[in-house]
C-alpha cells in the first residue's frame, strides 16, 4: 500500500485528524519562539549547512581520523557495510559477554537495521527507554515521529497500554503521573541492563568524541550503569571539529521541540572507567546516497524532526502512511534512494510548498529534492499509468495554443451538459470533499477580445 | 578490515569536489549582562536559581531548600556546600546510588543562551551521579559564564573521559506533548549561582 492509500484510511476519523494536525503544529510554534530569540539564526542555518557540505566533501578523511582519535581513548571501533553487518556486530560483543538485557535510548539507526527484532530472536530482552519510544515499544508500533515516536496516541490510549502492560491503575490519563509509571518500570531496568545502546548525533574527528543528547536522561542512565556502552552511529554523523558543536547545537534543540538546549548533551571520549565502548560505524547506503551529486545534501540532516511537523501532508496523513520509517519530507527524500520501487509513492505526498525547506536547520533543499525524485520515478517508468496519461496529455495540451483554447471551450462546455456525477467521476479525487467550480460563460483570451481587441 | 575499507572507498569514490570549511567566526550573541541572562533562562528551563555572594552563603541557600531538607541519602562533591550522608567512593558499584535524594557537583562553566552548564564528570567517585540522583544542585561560578554556545566550546579542552552540557532537570513532553519534569534523571535542578 502507497501512501495515499494509507492515509486514506487515516484520514477516515475526522475528529483525529484534526486533533493529530494541531499537536503536531504546536512543535512548530515552539521551534517558531525559540529561533525568533536567535538574532543569528539565518547565518546559523548557513554556516550548519556549509559544515556538513564541507565534512560531507571529506568523509573519508574525517572518518579515519575519528576512527584514530577514538582508539586513542580506549573506544574500540566496529565498521558496518549494512544492518545485518551492524546488528551481528552489536549480538557479538552481547553475545561474548553474555549479556542478555539491554537497554536502548534513541536511535533512528538501529530501527533501520531491524536491530530491535534481530536481538530478540536470539535471546536479548530489549528495554527502549525514550517514554515515546517505550510507549511504541509496548504498543508493538515503531515510531510514528522521529524525535516524539508516540505522538500519535493520546493519552487514554497511553494509559490503557500502561495498565494492559505495566499494570499501572485503569483509567489513568494524567501525564505527569503515566510519567512516573515509565519511570518506575524503566528504573528497573536500568538496574538489571547488562549493557547500553545509544545512537551518536556527532561523531567529532578532531577529538574522536561521540556526543548523544536527549532530554529525559535515559542516553546517561544506560551508559553510566551497564558496564558496556555500544554506540550506533551513521558514517554521516562525523564533523570536522568540537567547535562545530557550537553551531549544530544551537539549531538542533531548538529546531527540534523549542527548547534553548538540551538537557543531556552527552560528550563521550572513551569508555568510563572500568567499562567499555565500541562504536559501530555503520554505511547501509549512506556511500551510494553521498554518491549521487542531486540527493547527497539530505545526508547533513540532524534528525531534528521539523520537517515533519510542518508539512502539511505529515499533519494529515500521520507517520504510518508512509512506506518508510522515517517519514516525512526527509524520509520521502532518503526512502527513494535505498528502494525506488517500494518508495515510489512518497515523493509524492508532498504538496511542494516548501515550508519543509524554510525550517531545516541544515538547509537541505527538500522540496526540490522531491520535485528531482518524482523526475527520476518517471524517468525509471515507476509512475502509476494514470497519473503518467495525465501527464503526458497536460504536456500536450499546453505545448499548443490552438490545443489549449479548444481543451478549454470543450471543458466549459462539458460542464455544462454533463451530469455532475459524471464530471466528478472524471476530475478523480478534487471533487472528494468540493464541488467543481461554476464555469465562466468566456475564457480569458475571449472576454481580453471582446473589451480590447484582438491581442 | 575488509568492511572498512570498503566503506572508506565508497565514501571516497561517491565524494564531490572538496569544499572549503567555512569557520565559526562571526556567529553568537552577546549580552547587557550574562550572568543575568544565564539565570533568567536557568529559572525558563525549570531549575532554581539562587545568587549568592559566596560558598557560604551556596551552603545556606541549599540547607533551606526542602529537597536538601528531606534528602536523607545526599552526596556533595563541592566541599562547604551541603554534603554528603556516606562517602560515595566507598560504593562499588554505581547500582547502588539509586535511591540517591540529592547530589551536588561543580560545573566548569555555564552559558547564558541557552543555560547550559558543563559538567566535567572526570573527579566524580562515579559517573552516574549527576543521573541516577534524584535531585541534583549545580554550583556555577558567575566569573565562568560565558555568552553563548561558541565560546564555550572556544574554552572546554576535551580529553579523555565523560563531560556533558546539562540543561536542567530531566524532561519529556512524549505523552500528548504536555511537559513532564522529571523523565529519568533529575526532578529538580538548584542552580546556585556564586558571585566572583
Request: glycine letters at 8%; hydrophobic letters at 40%.
Amino acid at each position: 500500500m502507497g501512501h495515499p492509500e494509507s492515509a486514506a484510511l487515516f484520514l477516515r476519523d475526522t475528529e483525529r485528524v484534526h486533533w493529530h494536525d494541531q499537536a503536531i503544529w504546536f512543535l512548530r510554534q515552539k521551534r517558531d519562539a525559540a529561533a525568533r530569540t536567535v538574532p543569528d539564526w539565518e547565518a546559523l542555518r548557513e554556516r550548519a549547512e556549509a559544515i556538513k557540505a564541507h565534512a560531507l566533501s571529506r568523509l573519508g578523511d574525517y572518518l579515519e581520523e575519528f576512527e584514530r582519535n577514538a582508539v586513542a581513548h580506549g573506544a574500540v571501533v566496529h565498521w558496518a557495510r549494512d544492518g545485518e553487518e551492524h546488528n551481528r556486530i552489536v549480538h557479538g560483543l552481547l553475545a561474548e559477554r553474555g549479556v542478555t538485557r539491554l537497554v536502548k535510548s534513541k536511535s533512528m539507526l538501529t530501527e533501520e537495521c531491524g536491530l530491535n527484532p534481530y536481538l530478540e530472536a536470539r535471546g536479548i530482552e530489549i528495554a527502549d527507554t525514550d517514554l515515546g519510544e517505550r510507549i511504541v515499544q509496548l504498543n508493538h508500533q515503531p515510531p510514528s515521529h522521529i524525535v516524539a515516536p508516540a505522538i500519535h496516541m493520546r493519552r487514554e490510549e497511553v494509559g490503557a497500554l500502561f495498565h494492559a502492560t505495566l499494570g499501572s491503575p485503569e483509567g489513568l490519563t494524567d501525564p505527569t503521573r503515566l510519567t512516573e509509571v515509565a519511570r518506575k518500570d524503566l528504573r528497573r531496568h536500568f538496574l538489571g541492563a547488562q549493557a547500553g545502546l545509544t545512537g551518536v548525533n556527532f561523531g567529532i574527528a578532531e577529538t574522536g568524541g561521540v556526543v548523544v543528547v536527549t532530554n529525559e536522561g535515559n542516553a546517561d542512565m544506560g551508559t553510566s550503569l551497564p558496564p558496556l556502552h555500544i554506540a550506533s552511529m551513521g558514517i554521516e554523523k562525523v564533523i570536522p571539529r568540537a567547535a562545530d558543536l557550537g553551531v549544530f547545537l544551537r539549531l538542533l534543540a531548538r529546531s527540534a521541540v523549542g527548547q534553548p538546549s538540551s538537557i543531556y548533551t552527552s560528550h563521550f571520549h572513551g569508555p568510563r572507567r572500568g567499562g567499555e565502548l565500541h562504536i559501530v560505524v555503520v554505511d547501509n547506503g549512506r556511500s551510494q546516497l553521498l554518491g549521487q551529486p542531486a540527493h547527497r545534501r539530505a545526508l547533513a540532516c540532524i534528525r531534528c524532526g521539523q520537517c515533519l511537523n510542518t508539512c502539511p501532508v505529515y499533519r494529515r496523513s500521520g507517520g504510518y502512511s508512509y512506506t518508510w520509517l522515517i517519514p516525512g519530507p526527509i524520509g520521502s527524500v532518503l526512502a527513494p534512494a535505498r528502494d525506488p520501487v517500494s518508495h515510489r509513492s512518497l515523493p509524492f505526498a508532498s504538496t511542494l510548498c516548501g515550508s519543509c525547506t524554510d525550517v531545516c536547520p541544515v538547509r537541505i533543499d527538500l522540496h526540490h529534492q522531491l520535485y528531482a525524485w518524482r523526475g527520476e520515478l518517471a524517468r525509471k517508468g515507476l509512475i502509476d499509468p494514470g497519473k503518467r496519461l495525465a501527464m503526458r496529455l497536460t504536456s500536450l495540451v499546453f505545448r499548443f495554443t490552438w490545443l489549449y483554447a479548444l481543451a478549454g471551450r470543450l471543458a466549459r462546455l462539458a460542464q455544462r451538459l454533463l451530469p455532475a456525477r459524471f464530471l466528478a467521476r472524471l476530475s478523480g479525487g478534487w471533487t472528494r470533499q468540493r464541488e467543481l467550480p461554476v464555469p465562466p460563460r468566456e475564457s480569458f483570451r475571449e472576454l481580453y477580445r471582446r473589451t480590447r481587441g484582438r491581442p | 578490515m575488509a568492511a572498512r575499507d570498503e566503506i572508506l572507498a565508497a565514501v571516497r569514490r561517491g565524494a564531490g569536489p572538496a569544499v572549503e570549511h567555512p569557520g565559526t567566526a562571526g556567529l553568537g550573541v552577546r549580552f547587557a549582562d550574562p550572568v543575568v541572562q544565564f539565570a533568567e533562562m536557568a529559572r525558563a528551563v525549570g531549575s532554581t536559581c539562587l545568587r549568592v555572594p559566596d560558598l557560604a552563603a551556596a551552603d545556606q541557600a541549599l540547607r533551606a531548600l526542602p529537597v536538601s531538607q528531606q534528602a536523607r541519602r545526599s552526596v556533595s562533591l563541592v566541599p562547604g556546600v551541603g554534603a554528603s550522608t556516606f562517602d560515595p567512593a566507598a560504593v562499588a558499584e554505581p547500582h547502588a546510588l539509586d535511591g540517591l535524594d540529592l547530589a551536588v557537583f561543580p560545573a566548569g562553566l555555564a552559558v547564558a543562551e541557552n543555560a547550559a552548564m558543563w559538567i566535567d564528570t572526570r573527579p566524580f567517585p562515579h559517573q552516574a551521579l549527576y543521573v541516577v540522583a534524584e535531585h541534583i544542585a549545580v554550583v556555577v561560578r558567575a566569573s565562568t559564564v560565558v555568552h553563548d554556545m561558541h565560546q564555550a566550546y572556544e574554552r572546554i579542552r576535551h580529553g579523555k573521559g565523560f563531560a556533558l552540557f546539562l540543561g536542567g532537570p530531566s524532561k519529556t513532553a512524549d505523552i500528548e506533548q504536555a511537559l513532564v519534569v522529571g523523565a529519568h534523571g533529575a526532578r529538580s535542578c538548584a542552580v546556585l549561582l556564586v558571585e566572583g
